[in-house]
C-alpha cells in the first residue's frame, strides 16, 4: 500500500504510487465510462445514452409525431446543455443517423431538410434542418411519465435523466446498433418488427424455444437498403445460437434486353452501409486498371430510387458470370458482422444469443408493467379516495355548508364529524361551488365506479403472473400491427435466397486479354513482354545465360512448365514479371526441387494432349488437363526410376510417333500404341543397348517427318525403313538428319 509522505497546502495528503499502478486505475476508469456510457447498447431499450438523452430530449420539447417540427439546433442545444456535455456535432451527427431512411430500419427521428443520402453525401448544418419524433420513438418513451424506469441526476444536478427507456418497441434487434468500445466492440445488424414480434409472443408461449425455432420465425437479419441475404440456414442459426458470426449481403440486380442481343445489369438495392457513389468510383478505377474486363462500362441513373447501369463488354457474356466477377472485386457483395455485445440490465458488457436478447426484452417489459401497474394502482385509490370525499359532500350538502359558515376551524370540523382523510379534507375545501350542480355528482359518481373497477382489475393483474404475461402478449401484439409486415415502414426488404450455385468465373473475366510473349532462358529466369514479339536476337540475358524458350500467348493463358523430376508446374501469365528487366528466377514463382532442370515450357491449351518420355526411354500420353498444377509444389505425372530423368514433353497431335535415341536410331510406330495415362511410368517407346532417348515427337504420317536442318526445314515422306513396333531398336535415320539427333 502507499503511505502518506507530505500534505499538500490545503492540508491533503499527498501519497507516493507507483506510475504502472495509477495508470491502471485510470486506464480501468477511462475503458468503463466507454463501454457503458458510450459504445454499447443497453439490451432493454436498444439505445446508448446519447440516443436516449436526444429522444428524451425532443419528447421534453413536446415533438410527438402529431406536432410540427422544430430546428435541429434547438433540440442539439437542449442535449447538451441538459444532459450530454459532449461536442455539439457529434449529437448531431448521431440524430442524423436516426433519421436516415437507408440508415436506420425503423427511424426514430422524423426529419425536415437535407439529411443525407445513400451517396454517401453529409446532413446540412443542424441550423437548417427540422425534426421531430416518430411514432417507433413514441412507443419507446410511452409510459416514461407512470414511473416505469429509474431516474438519476443529470451531470450538473440540475435535471433528471432516464437510465432506461420503457420500450414498447424491441429496438435493440429492430434497428441494430455498431460501436467501438476499450478492448470490446458491437455489431448487431437491423432485422424486421414483425418478425421480432412473432417470435417474442413464441418466447412468452415456450420459454425453452430453441435457437433453430427461433431462426424458423426471425429467418435472417432485414436491411433498410433490401439486397439479398445468401448465407445458408445453417450458418444463421449458427450465428443466433452463439450471438457471433456473419451474414453474407448482396446488391438486387436485374437484366434490362437492350434488343439485337443486348443487355445490361440494373443494380436496385444497395448492400447496407455501402455509398453508392464511392462504389461507382471503385467500379470505373477496375475498368480503368482493366481488372473487370467482362465490364464495359457503369452509368449512375439513380434518382429516388436506385439505378446502377453495368453494361458488359460484349453480348455473348453471361449476366452471372459478369455480376460474380463483381460481387468478388466489390462492395456489390459485403459480409455483415453479428457480434451481440450489449450492457445486460444497463451494467454488464456481455455476449448475448438471439434468445437471450429477445427474453432480456421481455424481461424489461415485465419490470415496467410491473412499476407501471404499481403507479395507476396508487394513482386510482388516491382519486377514489377523493371521490368518496365528494360524494360525502352530496350526501350532506347542507351540513357541510353549515360548518364552513359557522365553524372557526372548519377543516378540522369537518375531518373530525365525516371521518375524512387529510386528502378528502383537502379536496373538499378546495371545491368550487359550480360542481355542486346535480350532473357533476352523477359525473362523480360514474368516475368512482369506473375507477373501482380499474383498482380491482389492477389488484388483480399485480397478484398473477400468467395475466401479466398475457398482457404483455397483448401489447406486442399492438406493436405488430403497428408496424408489422401489413404496414409500408414494416414489410419485409431484404430477400432471403439460398446460397448461389458456384459460378466459374474464367480468368479473363479477372485479366484484361492482351498478347504477350513469353521469354525463358536456359537458366530459368522468365519474363513476359508485351505483344506478339519475334526473336531477332536482340533481348538481353544475364551473363553466361541465354534464350531457350520463345512463346506467344495470351495475358489470360496459363504456362505450363515441364522438369526433369516428371512435375508439371503452371504460372499465371499475367503474373509474370513485365519490363525491360531480365525477369525473374522461376524457382521463387514455383517450389523446384532442388537439381531439378526445365525441359519444356509451353502455353497450357485445355482439351489438347501431350506425349511425355524419360531419358529411359518410357512414356505415354497425358491430358493437358491432368498437367494442371494448383500449388507451388507442382503436380506429378511422369514416374521416374533407375536413375532416369523427364527428357521429352511435346504435343501428341498426330497419328504418329518418332523416337531418337543418343545411338542415333530413329524409330516410327502408331500413337494408338500408347496408352492415355494421368501418372505414371508409362511403356517403352524405344529400346537402347546404350544411351537413353535423345527426341521425340508426334506427326501426321500423311504430312511426312520433319525436322530443323540449320535454317532449313527438311521433310522425308518415304518413311517406311522406319516404321515399326513400338520398344524396337529402330535405323539410322535418313542422311541430312541433324547431327544433335534432335528434330529442332
Excluded at 58 to 85: E, N, Q, T, W
Excluded at 103 to 108: K, Q
Aim: charged letters at 30%.
Amino acid at each position: 500500500m502507499s503511505k502518506p509522505v507530505a500534505r499538500n497546502a490545503g492540508g491533503g495528503v499527498i501519497r507516493e504510487v507507483s506510475l504502472e499502478s495509477a495508470l491502471g486505475e485510470r486506464y480501468l476508469a477511462y475503458a468503463l465510462s466507454t463501454i457503458t456510457a458510450r459504445s454499447l447498447p443497453d439490451a432493454r431499450d436498444g439505445l446508448k445514452p446519447v440516443h436516449r438523452r436526444l429522444l428524451y430530449a425532443m419528447r421534453l420539447l413536446r415533438l410527438d409525431p402529431a406536432s410540427g417540427y422544430k430546428k435541429c439546433a434547438r433540440v442539439v442545444g437542449d442535449v447538451i446543455g441538459k444532459f450530454h456535455p459532449h461536442g455539439e456535432q457529434a449529437v448531431y451527427d448521431a440524430m442524423v443517423r436516426l433519421s436516415q431512411e437507408f440508415a436506420a430500419r425503423y427511424p426514430l427521428v422524423d426529419g425536415q431538410g437535407n439529411f443525407g443520402n445513400i451517396d454517401g453525401d453529409g446532413a446540412a448544418a443542424m441550423r437548417y434542418t427540422e425534426a421531430r419524433l416518430t411514432p417507433v420513438a413514441e412507443a419507446l418513451l410511452d409510459g416514461i411519465d407512470e414511473d416505469t424506469v429509474e431516474f438519476r441526476a443529470t451531470y450538473d444536478g440540475e435535471e433528471d435523466e432516464p437510465l432506461v427507456l420503457p420500450a414498447a418497441f424491441p429496438n435493440l434487434l429492430a434497428n441494430g446498433a455498431s460501436g467501438i468500445a476499450v478492448g470490446m466492440a458491437t455489431s448487431i445488424p437491423p432485422h424486421n418488427a414483425g418478425e421480432l414480434c412473432d417470435a417474442l409472443l413464441h418466447l412468452i408461449k415456450s420459454p425453452r424455444a430453441t435457437a433453430a425455432k427461433i431462426a424458423d420465425l426471425v429467418p435472417g437479419p432485414d436491411f433498410p437498403t433490401g439486397g439479398v441475404l445468401v448465407e445458408s440456414r445453417q450458418n444463421i442459426v449458427a450465428a443466433y445460437r452463439s450471438g457471433r458470426g456473419s451474414f453474407r449481403l448482396r446488391a438486387r440486380w436485374e437484366v434490362e434486353k437492350q434488343g439485337r442481343g443486348l443487355w445490361v445489369a440494373v443494380v436496385t438495392e444497395m448492400p447496407y452501409q455501402v455509398a453508392k457513389s464511392r462504389l461507382v468510383e471503385r467500379i470505373a478505377e477496375l475498368i480503368a486498371a482493366k481488372k473487370v474486363p467482362l465490364l464495359g462500362d457503369v452509368r449512375d441513373e439513380s434518382a429516388e430510387d436506385v439505378r446502377l447501369v453495368l453494361e458488359p463488354r460484349s453480348r455473348t457474356v453471361e449476366p452471372e458470370v459478369l455480376m460474380e466477377s463483381l460481387f468478388r472485386a466489390t462492395d456489390l457483395e459485403v459480409r455483415v458482422p453479428l457480434n451481440l455485445n450489449v450492457l445486460d440490465g444497463g451494467r454488464l458488457p456481455r455476449v448475448l444469443d438471439l434468445r437471450g436478447a429477445l427474453q432480456a426484452f421481455l424481461d424489461h417489459r415485465h419490470e415496467v408493467l410491473v412499476r407501471r401497474t404499481r403507479t395507476r394502482l396508487a394513482r386510482a385509490e388516491a382519486r377514489v379516495e377523493v371521490l368518496e370525499g365528494y360524494l360525502l359532500v352530496f350526501g350532506n350538502l347542507d351540513e357541510v355548508i353549515r360548518i364552513l359558515r359557522t365553524e372557526d376551524e372548519p377543516r378540522a370540523v369537518l375531518k373530525k364529524r365525516f371521518k375524512l382523510s387529510d386528502a378528502q379534507t383537502d379536496a373538499i375545501l378546495d371545491l368550487r361551488l359550480r360542481r355542486l350542480r346535480r350532473l357533476e355528482e352523477e359525473g362523480i359518481r360514474a368516475e368512482h365506479a369506473d375507477l373501482t373497477a380499474l383498482s380491482k382489475k389492477l389488484r388483480a393483474l399485480q397478484r398473477d403472473k400468467g395475466q401479466r404475461w398475457q398482457t404483455i402478449a397483448t401489447e406486442i401484439r399492438e406493436i405488430r400491427e403497428a408496424f408489422g409486415a401489413k404496414t409500408e415502414l414494416g414489410g419485409r426488404r431484404t430477400t432471403i435466397a439460398d446460397p448461389p450455385a458456384l459460378v466459374e468465373v474464367p480468368t479473363e473475366a479477372m485479366i484484361e486479354r492482351e498478347p504477350i510473349t513469353v521469354v525463358c532462358s536456359e537458366k530459368g529466369w522468365i519474363r513476359a513482354m508485351k505483344g506478339h514479339v519475334e526473336d531477332t536476337g536482340d533481348v538481353r540475358y544475364k551473363d553466361g545465360d541465354r534464350g531457350r524458350f520463345w512463346l506467344h500467348a495470351q495475358s489470360t493463358d496459363r504456362i505450363s512448365i515441364f522438369v526433369t523430376n516428371g512435375r508439371f508446374h503452371t504460372l499465371v501469365a499475367s503474373a509474370l514479371p513485365r519490363g525491360r528487366g531480365m525477369g525473374e528466377p522461376v524457382k521463387l514463382m514455383a517450389d523446384l526441387s532442388n537439381g531439378a532442370e526445365i525441359v519444356d515450357v509451353r502455353v497450357h491449351r485445355p482439351g489438347a494432349a501431350l506425349l511425355v518420355a524419360s531419358s529411359d526411354g518410357r512414356g505415354f500420353v497425358v491430358e493437358d488437363d491432368q498437367t494442371v498444377a494448383q500449388t507451388r509444389q507442382g503436380r506429378q505425372v511422369l514416374n521416374l526410376a533407375g536413375g532416369a530423368e523427364a527428357a521429352v514433353c511435346v504435343p501428341a497431335d498426330g497419328d504418329t510417333v518418332a523416337v531418337i535415341g543418343e545411338n542415333r536410331k530413329l524409330l516410327l510406330f502408331p500413337l494408338s500404341e500408347l496408352p492415355t495415362m494421368a501418372r505414371g511410368r508409362g511403356v517403352l517407346l524405344q529400346r537402347y543397348r546404350d544411351g537413353a532417348l535423345a527426341d521425340a515427337r508426334v506427326f501426321r504420317r500423311k504430312d511426312g517427318l520433319s525436322w530443323r536442318s540449320g535454317e532449313r526445314v527438311r521433310t522425308e515422306t518415304d518413311l517406311r525403313d522406319w516404321l515399326g513396333k513400338r520398344a524396337q531398336s529402330g535405323r539410322l535415320p535418313p542422311r541430312g538428319f541433324p547431327k544433335s539427333g534432335r528434330f529442332s
